[in-house]
T-cell receptor, first 117, second 112 residues
């Protein structure tokens, strides 16, 4: 149980284009989903928290107009990187927290590697 | 000063050794403590989850939390080459944000 999937696993795009990444909880309902980015050999940095049906809460320094987050259902959240630039190249990971179970258990997706040319 | 400090390693041990991984933290509000294992280019996998102080054991893994010292540990017994990965500690306060604060991760290499 507690499986989280991400799609795509790897994407290459040209500078200036937009890229959408999907995060799905496959066997549970996720009341809260989180988006992280991770640079090589560095830890996970939280970008934003999204609750189903409400606007995402962004961490300080994260541009909300550049990283659009939509949490339309209890099993799906999307991150859209708009007008991507090479500095946006990173490993993007989502996690999901269920409505029941341990207070703060988060289950992570396998990640999406974004390369912007 | 970072909220969570973790030695990045790498830590290299022979197969069968006992591994000790540690994190220190500064925020006394942290109540939930987790250890994740992350293989290269994969998402983190939850290994251990502990609330407040104390020990928790699961198979070859033991997690310890000492809130008085703001120090947490993960012990791996009979380490295997398949344990080679990056181990991340994470913690959070009891609030409505559910935010996790991660350590930088320790890279572990278990030599056959």
């Amino acid at each position: 149980g507690a499986v989280v999937s991400q799609h795509p696993s790897w994407v290459i795009c040209k500078s200036g284009t937009s890229v959408k990444i999907e995060c799905r909880s496959l066997d549970f309902q996720a009341t809260t989903m989180f988006w992280y980015r991770q640079f090589p050999k560095q830890s996970l940095m939280l970008m934003a928290t999204s609750n189903e049906g409400s606007k995402a809460t962004y961490e300080q320094g994260v541009e909300k107009d550049k990283f659009l987050i939509n949490h339309a259902s209890l099993t799906l959240s999307t991150l859209t990187v708009t007008s991507a630039h090479p500095e946006d190249s990173s490993f993007y990971i989502c996690s999901a927290r269920g409505a029941s179970g341990s207070y703060n258990e988060q289950f992570f997706g396998p990640g999406t590697r974004l390369t912007v040319l | 000063q970072k909220e969570v400090e973790q030695d990045p390693g790498p830590l290299s041990v022979p197969e069968g050794a006992i591994v000790s991984l540690n994190c220190t933290y500064s925020n006394s509000a942290f109540q939930y403590f987790m250890w994740y294992r992350q293989y290269s280019r994969k998402g983190p996998e939850l290994l251990m989850y502990t609330y407040s102080s104390g020990n928790k054991e699961d198979g070859r893994f033991t997690a310890q939390v000492d809130k008085s010292s703001k120090y947490i540990s993960l012990f791996i017994r009979d380490s295997q080459p398949s344990d080679s990965a990056t181990y991340l500690c994470a913690m959070s306060a009891m609030d409505s944000s559910y935010k996790l604060i991660f350590g930088s991760g320790t890279r572990l290499l278990v030599r056959p």
